[in-house]
């Protein structure tokens, strides 16, 4: 019997598929998601000054309130009304002499531009020597 001979197979090496770039689809899916990204931080951050401002403006209007509040705890007990506008914000007040000697205050602060996001008011009451 003769000899038989075996020949072994021997990997062969397979060449790694040669990537040469990215396709297209690839570069505008990328494009789109960045797009994306971008179009959110724009739209929080026009959200975050917007909020800001009228944070702002709540503020200023507290504040007039708050001095109102202290002009008219001094005030004679005599009718008087009045108006400012600084600031962006427009204020009307008025005190009047009520039923039994009763000093009444009313007073209204709003934005002027945006009358619908800032807008504080008040009504108080203190009693008047006759």
């Not at 690839?26 to 026009?46: F, I, R, Y």
């Not at 959200?47 to 005030?75: F, G, N, P, Y």
């Not at 914000?89 to 008025?94: D, I, N, P, V, Y």
Request: proline share 5%; charged share 25%; hydrophobic share 45%.
């Amino acid at each position: 019997m003769a000899p038989t001979v075996r020949r072994l197979r021997t990997p062969t090496r397979r060449s790694p598929r040669v990537r040469r770039g990215d396709t297209i689809v690839e570069a505008l899916v990328a494009l789109l998601l960045l797009s994306v990204g971008a179009l959110a931080l724009v739209g929080l951050t026009v959200t975050i000054s917007r909020d800001e401002r009228r944070a702002a403006l709540r503020r200023h209007a507290s504040e007039r309130l708050e001095a109102r509040m202290v002009e008219w705890s001094s005030a004679p007990c005599v009718d008087d009304a009045g108006g400012t506008t600084a600031g962006g914000l427009a204020e009307g007040w008025s005190f009047r002499v009520g039923a039994d000697s009763v000093l009444v205050l009313r007073d209204t602060v709003r934005a002027e531009h945006e009358p619908a996001a800032v807008e504080a008011s008040l009504v108080a009451a203190r009693g008047c020597e006759p």
